[in-house]
């Protein structure tokens, strides 16, 4: 059963870093395209980042460019998302998601797997 686990969310103050991490397991996600997906409260879920596992090429959302990176680590089945200068914009529950098929760009629906999330709240 394929499961992902996100870790290290919490509270910060707007400007500073946080570091979320997904450890998946299961299988082996050598061909997998991931990504992580924000939800703040009363909006609708929204892509944040994506990797293609094999080739390490990403993709983000606009308004996280240049502040956000997601890496991943294939050999420990791993994918971080390195968030700095965070905005009180930023709040929200981050979810790891994973697409067998591997396809790019990565979208909310191509998703087959999902983690429980974890929750960001930047205070301004």
């Known amino acids: 059963q394929v499961q992902l686990v996100e870790s290290g969310g919490g509270l910060v103050q707007a400007g500073d870093s946080l570091r979320l991490s997904c450890a998946a397991s299961?299988?082996?996600?050598?061909?997998?395209?991931m990504a992580w997906f924000r939800q703040a409260p009363g909006k609708e879920r929204e892509f944040v980042a994506g990797i293609k596992w094999s080739a390490g090429s990403t993709w983000y959302k606009d308004s996280v460019k240049g502040r956000f990176t997601i890496s991943r680590d294939n050999a420990k089945n791993t994918v971080s998302l390195q968030m700095n200068s965070l905005k009180p914009e930023d709040t929200a529950v981050y979810s790891c998601?994973?697409?067998?098929?591997?396809?790019?760009?990565?979208?909310?629906?191509?998703?087959?797997?999902w983690g429980k999330g974890t929750l960001v709240t930047v205070s301004s």
């Open positions: 299961g299988r082996t996600f050598t061909t997998y395209s």
């Open positions: 998601a994973a697409d067998s098929a591997g396809n790019w760009p990565p979208h909310y629906y191509d998703m087959d797997y």
